[in-house]
């Protein structure tokens, strides 16, 4: 259980600093309350983490060596391509994933339909859902989320789950209370090559541990 719990924990921290997710937490903080959009933030990564281990689950009862060669392929394949992309990005930038946020935060639909009017009278509620709504559809398909469905098919379910939703916890909290300052020192490529190591780590170990 305690390798489940490091293994979700370090795998999510790591991949989810400088993330899509995280620079939406960051933005959505500096524009409304930050307990507000920090409570439907870590709603929705851990609504997620807990979708993703259901998934693992349902995985985990296909054939474990095809599970096993499957969970090896992945980590190795997500470990090289972060550091290929960690290589082809300049030492210093934030500037694509930040954009990317910024724009998904911009597309918000502000007037028109019953929803958007009735969400008008009751604003935070909107912001909340605004919040959850964007980091649950932002995570989705995520390589966090692809991963998180890999340690759970062949780790200890309570300790993958628990791993990962501290794990986006501790983003979320960095990204809505410092984020503004963090985010200026945030080296994308940085972030990414470690991501990458990381993910080469666990496909090692992965096959190691079936030998």
């Known amino acids: 259980m305690l390798t489940a719990f490091t293994a ?4 999510i921290t790591i991949s989810e600093l400088g ?3 995280f ?4 933005i959505l903080s500096m524009r409304h309350s930050r307990r507000l959009v920090l409570s439907a933030v870590i709603a929705a990564l851990a609504s997620m983490t807990l979708l993703s281990v259901l998934m693992g689950q349902a995985i985990s009862f296909l054939p474990k060596h095809y599970i096993h060669w499957a969970e090896i392929a992945l980590f190795l394949g997500f470990g090289l391509k972060l550091i290929y992309d960690a290589s082809q990005m300049p030492s210093q930038s934030q500037g694509t994933v930040i954009k990317e946020a910024a724009e998904a935060v911009d597309q918000i639909p502000q007037s028109g339909n019953r929803l958007t009017k009735l969400l008008a009278r009751y604003p935070q509620i909107g912001i909340w859902l605004q919040a ?6 932002a995570e989705w398909g995520d390589r966090t989320q692809i991963s998180t469905i890999a340690l ?8 993958v789950t ?10 979320s909290v960095i990204a809505v209370i410092g984020g503004k300052l963090v985010a200026g020192r945030i080296s994308e490529r940085t972030i990414t090559f470690v ?17």
């Open 23 to 26: 620079f939406i937490a960051v």
């Open 152 to 159: 759970a098919s062949s780790y200890n379910v309570i300790g």
């Open 195 to 211: 991501g990458g190591i990381l993910f080469l780590i666990f496909g090692v170990v992965a096959g190691i541990e079936g030998v």
């Open 19 to 21: 993330d899509k997710t």
């Open 162 to 171: 628990t791993g990962a939703i501290l794990g986006h916890g501790i983003c």
């Open 132 to 137: 959850f709504s964007m980091t649950f559809l």
């Open 8 to 11: 979700g924990l370090l795998l």
